[in-house]
Every structure is written in structure tokens, then in C-alpha cells.
Nanobody
Framework: QVQLVESGGGLVQPGGSLRLSCAAS????????MAWYRQAPGKEREWVAT???????NYADSVKGRFTISRDNAKNTVPLQMNRLNPEDTAVYYC?????????WGQGTQVTVSS
């Protein structure tokens, strides 16, 4: 069984920064891909960023240059550093793991960007 737990969400002013983290526990094996998604009120869940076990990354155009995804394979954690936040980044952010062709989701953490 795999469990994903997000942390680090909160309220931040426009232009500010937040650092989310995802901790994965249970049976984690290679190869796998971890990612962050987000869902704003009234909108569908959208992909934010992906990182492979080897460290290759991809970003949605809306966050490229502002967000940085990384991972610590020894600790099974995946931080998401978010800079220059704007109100359009307000959403529930979800951690995602794909391994063995099976997806796993965390419960989400709320990020609110507002003055």
C-alpha cells in the first residue's frame, strides 16, 4: 500500500513564495514518476509538474520559470518550490505517484494567493 501526504500549503500574498512537500510511504519501487497537480474552484484538476526517478522534469507552461519540482529518493519526498505566486495559482495541490501502471493520489493541500 502506498500513502502520499502533502504539506506546506497556506495563505500567501501575490508575489510571495511557498514550498510544498509530498512524503510517500509504503512500497515504493522503480521505475516511477511523481508529479504535482492542482484543482482550482470550479475547474478541472490540471497537471503542474512531473519528475522521474532519475530527476528529469517537465512543467506546465503556466508555472514554468516560477515553480521547481525536485525529489529525494532516499526519503521518498517530492518538494515543489513555488515562487512569484499570483491569485491564479490558488488551488488545492495534489501529489501524484505512478508506479507499476497504477496511480496514487494524496489528499491535497490548499494554497491561497490573496492580498
Amino acid at each position: 500500500q502506498v500513502q502520499l501526504v502533502e504539506s506546506g500549503g497556506g495563505l500567501v500574498q501575490p508575489g510571495g513564495s511557498l514550498r510544498l512537500s509530498c512524503a510517500a510511504s509504503g512500497t515504493i519501487f522503480s521505475p516511477n514518476v511523481m508529479a504535482w497537480y492542482r484543482q482550482a474552484p470550479g475547474k478541472e484538476r490540471e497537471w503542474v509538474a512531473t519528475i522521474t526517478k532519475s530527476g528529469s522534469t517537465n512543467y506546465a507552461d503556466s508555472v514554468k520559470g516560477r515553480f521547481t519540482i525536485s525529489r529525494d529518493n532516499a526519503k521518498n519526498t517530492v518538494p515543489l518550490q513555488m515562487n512569484r505566486l499570483n491569485p491564479e495559482d490558488t488551488a488545492v495541490y495534489y501529489c501524484y505517484l505512478m508506479q507499476g501502471a497504477r496511480p496514487y493520489w494524496g489528499q491535497g493541500t490548499q494554497v491561497t494567493v490573496s492580498s
